[in-house]
């Protein structure tokens, strides 16, 4: 005679409800994904159920064909940018978000058709890379904001009224100029891009705040707002090393400039660190192998990326409510650049 296997129990909304001392209805909404309920406990309910063996139809949200979508724009495409998608890349594929990545070439009406598109699309969210100091774009985040979530990136001041997130380069600049002033610097330099890039004017205040405390005077002729183009750079340090009383160190803004920098400075005999010390922002990966090696605030745009993406996620998902600004650490990491032999 066969034996009769017994037979499995059908497991019911009521049965997970029990067990999650949830109400069915609270269950019942957390598997057809109602936005009432929280992402936790959805991710609970549907991880019991799956558990349990009770197989409902997959709510749309717990997909990959979900459908769910967020914009990244940035200014141009380079290693700190590059670094920045890939952070965010790396935390939204991992809830089964698509990310689209558009750059507008620092071009504001491409950027603001960018932006329309996204909003005509659904797009649930969008972290926007500012690169201009002037605030342009208030009225049209603000409108945005209202239709989807939305954090920036190297946003400084409290305009617009959305979540924020960069790096501490105010700080980072103050680090570098103490550096210098430590190994004997006394007429520190600033090479930078083009100061309405929000980066570019933090540094500048943290380099003027630096000198202030350490009782320095500013000299504006110390310091070279430059397009970073090859010439550009050759006639901006050309103009700082050949002043009466020149630097006897330079904070750069971008580590490939300042590789640049000391190539130049090669080619007319002035030797880094020996004639001159040097300190830049970026640690791009190829510093520790040059020479000299270069000494750096280091920014990682990948970290950033990560934490964007995090708060761009719980304020779509998680329906957190508010604005948030993050500030992110930088490291002065000392290198060959900056260390002076003394005899």
């Known amino acids: 005679m066969e034996s009769k296997e017994p037979k499995k129990k059908n497991i019911t909304i009521h049965d997970i409800a029990e067990h999650l001392k949830l109400s069915p209805s609270t269950v019942s909404r957390a598997l057809n994904d109602h936005p009432k309920i929280n992402i936790k406990t959805k991710e609970k309910v549907w991880e019991l159920a799956k558990k349990m063996g009770y197989y409902p139809n997959v709510p749309v949200y717990m997909t990959k064909e979900s459908g769910a979508k967020v914009y990244i724009i940035i200014p141009e495409y380079n290693r700190y940018y590059t670094d920045v998608v890939e952070g965010v890349q790396s935390y939204l594929s991992k809830k089964s978000i698509l990310l689209y990545v558009a750059c507008s070439r620092e071009n504001e009406e491409l950027e603001q058709k960018i932006i329309f598109d996204a909003m005509e699309q659904g797009t649930k969210g969008i972290i926007i890379c500012a690169y201009n100091t002037q605030n342009k774009y208030n009225m049209l985040l603000k409108h945005l904001s209202n239709n989807m979530q939305v954090v920036m990136l190297n946003k400084f001041d409290d305009k617009p009224e959305v979540s924020k997130i960069f ?25 930078l891009g083009n100061i309405t890039n929000p980066l570019f004017a933090e540094i500048l205040s943290g380099y003027e705040s630096a000198l202030n405390i350490l009782g320095e005077n500013y000299d504006k002729n110390h310091v070279y707002f430059s397009n970073f183009k090859q010439d550009d750079v050759a006639h901006g340090i050309e103009k700082l090393i ?3 009383n020149r630097p006897d160190g330079i904070l750069v803004g971008d580590q490939l400039v300042a590789q640049q920098i000391i190539s130049y400075l090669r080619s007319i005999g002035i030797q880094v660190p020996q004639d001159l010390i040097l300190v830049s922002f970026g640690d791009e990966r190829f510093s520790s192998f040059v020479s000299p090696t270069l000494s750096s605030i280091s920014i990682s745009g990948e970290k950033i990326g990560r934490q964007a993406a995090k708060m761009l996620y719980k304020s779509i998902f998680e329906q957190t409510e508010g604005t948030y600004t993050q500030v992110t650490e930088v490291k002065l990491i000392i290198r060959g650049s900056s260390m002076r032999i003394r005899n």
Do not use: E, W
């Open 242 to 244: 050949t002043q009466k």
């Open 167 to 191: 790096p501490d380069v105010f700080n980072g600049a103050y680090k570098a100029v103490n550096h210098m002033y430590s190994v004997g610097c006394r007429s520190i330099g600033l090479f």
